[in-house]
């Protein structure tokens, strides 16, 4: 139901933007996260932005490098990651629900590589 | 702030057996404790919310309980297909830290 993009191999320094799509329903009334794993690890709960875009919270470790925003005429929300680190590699999935915190909806994830 | 333990970080069981899995919380965050499964190549599964609810279409062997800050997940008699890693997270307040995780296998 959740559908990422934007994954891909990038240099330490360099920048992605992830997208996060619905399929049949409309996100902007879910409040979505963006949830990392690098390989082997656990999940990383990294970024949320509620319906409203009035509550924008980031993980320590992220902030001032990543931006999420939503676009309700695209209905997607976006994670602009700038100035990557190789530590950022994982797998980044969006998840979330409507009216709670809880990820009750996932999508497969999209893989992020920095690497020279 | 608040961090998230888990406890053991991995358990062996045998079909039919009751596992328990404990995670803590260095603070106090009232019931904004959800359990998460993650099933190897898969995304992960809302398991339980609110500490004790049962998310729709959970198998009712799957229970959450709380005694203070500590939480706990009794699955009551293990499946062969209940091999996974076991996450809880807190949603109190930001951050919404996961804890480390609980493999669980069958013997």
């Known amino acids: 139901q959740l559908v990422e993009s934007g994954g891909g191999l990038v240099p330490p320094g360099g920048s992605l933007r992830l997208s996060c799509a619905a399929s049949?329903?409309?996100?902007?009334?879910?409040?979505i996260n963006w949830v990392r794993q690098a390989p082997g690890r656990g999940l990383d709960w990294i970024s949320y932005i509620n319906s409203g875009s009035n509550a924008i919270y980031y993980a320590d470790s992220v902030k001032g490098r990543f931006t999420i925003s939503r676009d309700n005429a695209r209905n997607s929300v976006s994670l602009q990651m700038n100035n990557l680190r190789t530590e950022d590699t994982a797998l980044y999935y969006c998840a979330g629900t409507v009216g709670s915190r809880t990820l009750l909806y996932w999508g497969r994830g999209t893989q992020v590589t920095v690497s020279s | 702030d608040i961090q998230m333990t888990q406890s053991p970080s991995s358990v062996s069981a045998s079909v039919g057996d009751r596992v328990t899995i404990t995670c803590r919380a260095s603070?106090?965050?009232?019931?904004?404790l959800a359990w998460y499964q993650q099933k190897p190549g898969e995304a992960p599964k809302l398991l339980i919310y609110?500490?004790?609810s049962l998310q729709s279409g959970v198998p009712f062997r799957f229970s959450g309980s709380k005694s203070g800050t500590e939480f706990t997940l009794t699955i009551s008699g293990l499946q062969p297909e209940d091999v996974a890693t076991y996450y809880c997270q807190k949603y109190n307040s930001a951050p919404f830290t996961f804890g480390p995780g609980t493999r669980v296998d069958v013997k």
């Open positions: 049949g329903f409309s996100l902007s009334t879910h409040n």
């Open positions: 609110s500490a004790s």
């Open positions: 603070q106090g965050i009232n019931d904004y």
